[in-house]
């Protein structure tokens, strides 16, 4: 008797292994380009170089998308900004060498602002390993350790094999909190091998956020419910971790007032009753924080802007929420509380009483007013009215990113950016010719969101390549360049030397990219800027004028 199963022929030993067997001609870049899409990446940033080859070959084979920019530096900007816009780890891809150092500034801000970005460079042949001086081209004695002090985390991949485990182990780095840039090295000769192992489809990589002991979270609660005069720093962690809306919740609970740092322009409504705004370099403001009897930091570590230049001595108790292990208590002794701000905050909510306190909105408006007759003091009207022509040309929700000038200076503490997520600048590591790359990462994240940049003649200068990627791939970007001859911000300082720069007309210059261009006034400022922001396509407004800034009060 013949039964149906009988009939059912099986493969043989060959025949599976023929079929489990990689196509031929994969490689190890392959495994990197399969790891990434494994992982969720869809848009990648780089230079390629003759070391790396192999991997850009690779995504060329792939469905990835690749931007390239005409710097590697300019690439980790504009991966820096698309790492923070749409929280994901953003592949930035390198070569050996002169094109990796190349973006040692760029991962500097990364690290300092808590952008995601996975820098996956080449390194010479495994041979030339070791520091043996074997003459590779790009060699370096140890490349690694030119990055290890400014990333979070360092992985090297050896083999085809340790790949995927090893990029993995990247991205898990990069996306918890804190978040921020990681370096990963595979040799060239490893990039190029083909390779027996399996496509990746499999691979976890899955951050975790550091959740608040609840006995902290306890004792800030009944510290906070019972405090006279309590007041809230919120910094750029309440924007990263989303939790924006739960710190707004607190504050209204607690009848405390609240003031952003720079990294956390828009985590609190500009205009609400409660908001001091975000004027950290004026003294009425050290003044009135000095003055809290219990102080909430939210994600920030009160470093050196955030304290008005160190000059910032508290009376009262603090409470500081922070991601960052290192940071806590690193410059206040206080109530440390490692965690992700919205886990930290939402805990908080589940266990803070409600807080009467009808005098805190007119303590807010009597502070802010004290500010606004300091400046009126100080002849810096056309300063005012550049920030505000600005934002009435700028939609509300349109990301705007600046560089190191003086217009930026003021616009951290007097810009108000409407939403979380929507003004960025280079003020953590403080390095020129940011704005324009990161608005070019902002218009890839955002597509059909219009993106402004400012600069500085300066720091324009270190950027003006990218006119070129802005136009090859028709960016909606929009970019201020203000023209005061030099590094103004630095004549601000009472530095001459050097500070006094000849520049191209940038009019002309944007039109040779094929980019129109408009030169304007502080008259005409916001008209020409809201025309240009509506129009597809990059466009360039410049605007001729010397700039001062406000009095500092922390000398």
């Not at 990301?399 to 951290?412: E, N, R, V």
């Amino acid at each position: 008797m013949t039964h149906d199963h009988d009939l059912v022929l099986r493969p043989t030993d060959a025949e599976r292994a023929a079929a489990l067997a990689p196509p031929p001609g994969r490689t190890g870049g392959d495994l990197v380009v399969e790891t990434l899409r494994s992982l969720g990446a869809t848009t990648l940033f780089g230079l390629p170089g003759q070391h790396a080859l192999g991997l850009f070959d690779a995504v060329g084979r792939s469905d990835l998308r690749l931007i390239g920019l005409r710097t590697e530096n300019n690439a980790g900007f504009a991966a820096d900004a698309y790492g923070r816009m749409t929280g994901e780890a953003v592949p930035l891809l390198l070569s050996t060498g002169p094109g990796a150092l190349m973006a040692l500034p760029a991962l500097a801000e990364a690290a300092a602002a808590s952008a995601p970005v996975l820098a996956i460079s080449s390194q010479v042949p495994t041979p030339g390993l070791g520091g043996g001086r074997r003459g590779h081209l790009h060699e370096l004695r140890d490349q690694a350790a030119s990055f290890r002090d400014v990333v979070k985390s360092v992985h090297v991949a050896r083999t085809p094999s340790q790949i995927p485990s090893v990029i993995a182990e990247a991205w898990e780095s990069a996306l918890t909190a804190p978040h921020g840039p990681v370096w990963v090295e595979i040799p060239e000769d490893v990039l190029r091998a083909e390779t027996v192992v399996p496509q990746v489809t499999g691979v976890d990589a899955t951050p975790h956020a550091p959740a608040p002991r609840p006995e902290l979270t306890a004792l800030a609660a009944h510290w906070l419910e019972n405090a006279e005069r309590p007041v809230i720093i919120a910094g750029g962690g309440v924007v990263r971790s989303d939790a924006a809306g739960k710190l707004k919740q607190l504050a209204e609970r607690l009848n405390a007032p609240v003031v952003t740092t720079f990294g956390g322009k828009g985590a609190f409504p500009w205009t609400h009753p409660l908001s001091l705004q975000s004027w950290l370099e004026d003294r009425h403001m050290t003044d009135f924080l000095e003055d809290a009897d219990v102080l909430l930091v939210v994600g920030s570590g009160l470093g050196e802007l955030s304290s008005n230049y160190h000059t910032f001595f508290p009376g009262g108790r603090i409470v500081q929420i922070e991601a960052d292990l290192g940071k806590l208590e690193s410059n206040h002794a206080g109530l440390g509380i490692h965690a992700d701000a919205r886990l930290a905050l939402q805990a908080l909510l589940e266990t803070v009483a409600e807080r009467e306190d009808p005098r805190a909105p007119e303590r807010v408006s009597l502070l802010l007013s004290s500010i606004a007759a300091r400046l009126s003091t100080q002849d810096v009207a056309l300063e005012q009215h550049l920030l505000t022509s600005i934002r009435a040309a700028l939609p509300p929700r349109s990301p705007s990113f600046w560089d190191m000038t003086i217009l930026s200076y003021w616009a951290w503490s007097a810009f108000d950016a409407r939403h979380p997520n929507t003004m960025h600048s280079a003020q953590g590591a403080g390095g020129l010719g940011y704005a324009f790359p990161a608005a070019l990462g902002a218009c890839l994240a955002e597509p059909g969101t219009p993106v402004l940049a400012v600069s500085g003649d300066g720091g324009a200068m270190y950027s003006i390549a990218e006119l070129a990627t802005a136009r090859q791939h028709d960016l909606d970007v929009t970019w201020l360049i203000v023209d005061d001859g030099g590094y103004g911000i630095l004549r601000a300082y009472g530095s001459e030397t050097g500070t006094t720069l000849p520049g191209p007309d940038f009019v002309s210059l944007a039109a040779a990219f094929d980019v129109p261009a408009t030169a304007t006034t502080p008259e005409s400022l916001r008209e020409d800027l809201a025309e240009a922001l509506k129009t597809p396509g990059p466009s360039v407004v410049v605007l001729p004028a010397t700039l001062k800034m406000f009095a500092p009060t922390h000398v």
